[in-house]
């Protein structure tokens, strides 16, 4: 048994390693492969073999959470800053944040008319929909210029860090109230000064330590922060997009710091790139196996007849032209470039998580999981659709980023 399984586990492997390939090829993201492949291997082994099985849903949840911090790892890892990039990553802020909260209180409001259920039901079942997921977006567009590719990255890990901490905040506090954004500011701060710390502390350590395993002992820290910081409701996210962008720009960051020389020197400089180098490597080989089986295993949990229900289309529907919508409203206001932009907003792995986290007494009445899976289908084929339509930016365009 135990040969099949390894056998079964190294051909999904090279099955999406050549949905990669493919990728690059027609544009089409592999993740939507995958999920296509998880559904028909449920259908093969259970008409063909008469075997059935029941993915436990806490599996999901720990490939995606592990997934989830080592995608964004691997997107930061690849973006360098220099002072020309700051308006970039302001832009983006803007629109990662703005665009995920208008979009969550509209849908919520969309919810309430359908479901007849609270405001503050609806908005947590809301706030999943209005996330652009990073796990998806990242590895899908290259084909987009530099500066388009530097903001949409930005944007999706804003909106994630965003959406989750609106999420959790909002869990813990069953009476929303404007008077806890004070609270809520305070807290992000907070979180962001705790990040740098830790982050300085952590590539200090890299960059002292020799061995094959200091590579894994990064990760293994990074995964361990990022939990804790979940446990007790803190935006994690920013732990990690905070690291990546040091790390990777850590000579910037010593001199917008301005930190003192004799400080600079306890870090190893040739170590700390060696390092840095090893992680880029490293960090893309995991991702890359923990992608690949987060959305195999989606893929088989799917149930597809939860999507063809007539209320799901139409709500799912009004849901998404109401995504398109606010982001068509955004960038024109910024006079900025519209398309492929606006369809660059696929929902994913963190919709899919955080709605299996609303308390069952939150979700009970006030949503439907096939909207969910109507959103994150259609938003990833309309995104796949705009990336095979569109032709090849040049490098140097200036995007979204102008």
Do not use: W
């Amino acid at each position: 048994m135990a040969s099949y399984i390894i056998i079964l586990a190294s051909a999904l492997i090279v099955l999406s390693y050549l949905f990669s390939i493919v990728q690059k090829k027609t544009h089409i993201p592999s993740v939507l492969m995958l999920i296509i492949a998880g559904y028909l291997i449920k259908h093969i082994a259970s008409y063909s073999l008469q075997f059935t099985y029941v993915i436990p849903f806490n599996l999901l949840k720990i490939l995606g959470t592990i997934g989830l911090v080592l995608i964004v790892l691997e997107g930061v890892l690849e973006l360098k800053i220099t002072r020309k990039d700051l308006p970039i990553i302001k832009r983006a802020f803007f629109i990662g944040s703005l665009v995920a909260i208008v979009s969550s209180l509209i849908i919520s409001c969309i919810l309430m008319s359908f479901y007849h259920n609270t405001f503050f039901n609806s908005l947590l079942y809301a706030i999943p929909l209005s996330i652009v997921s990073s796990a998806i977006l990242i590895p899908s567009i290259h084909k987009l210029s530099d500066g388009t590719k530097k903001t949409m990255t930005y944007e999706s890990i804003f909106s994630d860090i965003i959406g989750i901490f609106l999420f959790y905040f909002l869990v813990n506090n069953t009476v929303f109230s404007f008077k806890v954004i004070p609270t809520l500011a305070i807290n992000i701060i907070a979180m962001l000064l705790i990040s740098l710390l830790f982050s300085f502390i952590l590539i200090f350590i890299i960059s002292r330590i020799d061995g094959n395993a200091r590579i894994m002992l990064t990760i293994s820290i990074l995964l361990l922060v990022y939990n804790l910081c979940k446990i007790v409701n803190l935006s994690a996210l920013l732990v990690i997009l905070v690291f990546g962008i040091i790390i990777n720009n850590f000579h910037y960051f010593l001199k917008i710091l301005k930190v003192p020389v004799f400080l600079g020197n306890l870090f190893d400089k040739s170590g700390l790139a060696i390092a840095t180098s090893e992680l880029k490597q490293l960090n893309a080989e995991i991702t890359f196996f923990i992608r690949t089986f987060f959305f195999l295993v989606f893929g088989y949990s799917l149930d597809m007849g939860m999507l063809f229900n007539n209320n799901v289309i139409l709500i799912g529907t009004i849901i998404v032209i109401v995504i398109y919508l606010i982001r068509y409203m955004y960038f024109k206001f910024l006079h900025t470039s519209v398309y492929p932009e606006i369809f660059m907003a696929p929902r994913g792995l963190i919709t899919i998580l955080l709605f299996y986290s609303i308390p069952e007494n939150s979700l009970a009445g006030g949503g439907d999981a096939g909207v969910m899976y109507f959103t994150v289908i259609v938003t990833i084929i309309i995104m796949s659709l705009s990336l095979i339509i569109i032709p090849k930016q040049s490098p140097v365009d200036k995007g979204l980023g102008s």
